[in-house]
Nanobody, 124 residues
Framework: QVQLVESGGGLVQAGGSLRLSCATS????????MGWFRQAPGKERDFVAF????????EFADSVKGRFSISRDNAKKTVDLQIHSLKPEDTAVYYC?????????????????WGQGTQVTVSS
């Protein structure tokens, strides 16, 4: 059974930075895409970013482009989301997800396994 565990969330002031990490188990990590999604209170879960199996390609939601970056370490089976210039509207539970294939997608249905999430709260 594959497990994904997010960490790094917390309470931060607007303009601050956070680094979210996702640790995974299982043998398939290095061959699949990884994604980050987020869900704000009362809203649907939204795409944030994905990175391909090799790390050679990544995409970001328009709302985070230029402020967020994503990276992965296939040897350690981890994927990180670096967040800069945080805004109150970034407040959400952030979820790590493991894709069905090596190429990322913005749709949540393209992801097979999900973590429990980590809370990010940005104060104004």
């Amino acid at each position: 059974q594959v497990q994904l565990v997010e960490s790094g969330g917390g309470l931060v002031q607007a303009g601050g930075s956070l680094r979210l990490s996702c640790a995974t188990s299982g043998r398939t990590f290095s061959s699949v895409a990884m994604g980050w999604f987020r869900q704000a209170p009362g809203k649907e879960r939204d795409f944030v970013a994905f990175i391909s199996w090799s790390g050679s390609s990544a995409e970001f939601a328009d709302s985070v482009k230029g402020r967020f970056s994503i990276s992965r370490d296939n040897a350690k089976k981890t994927v990180d989301l670096q967040i800069h210039s945080l805004k109150p509207e970034d407040t959400a539970v952030y979820y790590c997800a493991m894709g069905w294939s090596g190429f990322g997608d913005r749709k949540s249905s393209a992801y097979r396994y999900w973590g429990q999430g980590t809370q990010v709260t940005v104060s104004s």
